[in-house]
């Protein structure tokens, strides 16, 4: 793999240009580190040895990342190659972690929308319908369709580890075969995220 740093313009540049088996592609990277909660959390787990972390709340932050990346990316949308956000999990304080690292659920629903349980009403009653995603969709039909995947970079004891996960709307698609190797995880969707849920991904 070959990797450019693309020069910096007045215009908003994306950080790299790559060639991965002679395809070419832009790449938008945007590191995780600690917030003020981290640390907060981090504090609280030192000195009590416990931290109350009831919910995870990374996919919000990947979310409002994958916007700014964006924004970098659009103005590479004409060029037909494969357009990529890309993700360093870093949140590391004091040499540990607060939180597990990003995983599938956590991007999913970055790209996608918050899994939301949905219910039907009727005359015999209520009934669950299944898990869908809901608010705070970043990639639609119309909406990031250029972004063609959101990568995950993460530190492992075997090395650097990438997770790719392919947007179902993306105009331009990167083939899966170009990253078939056996440090690199995919995923995708085989239905339409809207009417499904998290739990629909595959991993190839």
Avoid: W
């Amino acid at each position: 793999m070959a990797c450019e740093k693309i020069a910096v313009s007045l215009s908003k540049t994306a950080d790299y240009e790559i060639k991965v088996k002679s395809k070419t592609m832009i790449c938008e990277v945007k590191e995780l580190t600690p917030n003020a909660e981290d640390k907060r959390l981090r504090k609280e787990l030192d000195e009590k040895g416990s931290t109350g972390i009831h919910e995870r709340k990374i996919s919000g932050r990947l979310s409002k990342k994958i916007m700014k990346a964006a924004e970098k990316l659009k103005q590479y949308k004409n060029r037909n190659v494969p357009l990529i956000v890309a993700f360093y999990d870093n949140i590391l304080f004091n040499g540990g972690r607060v939180q597990k690292t990003i995983d599938r659920r956590d991007i999913d629903q970055a790209m996608y929308g918050i899994d939301t349980g949905y219910y039907l009403m009727s005359a015999r009653g209520i009934r669950f319908n299944g898990f869908r995603h809901g608010q705070n969709k970043r990639m639609t039909t119309t909406e990031k369709n250029y972004v063609s995947a959101v990568f995950v970079l993460k530190e492992s004891d075997d090395g650097i580890k990438l997770e790719i996960y392919h947007n179902y709307f993306a105009l331009f698609k990167i083939d899966m075969s170009v990253f078939n190797f056996p440090n690199i995880r995919q995923f995708y969707h085989k239905n339409e995220p809207g009417k499904c849920s998290v739990n629909d991904l595959v991993c190839v």
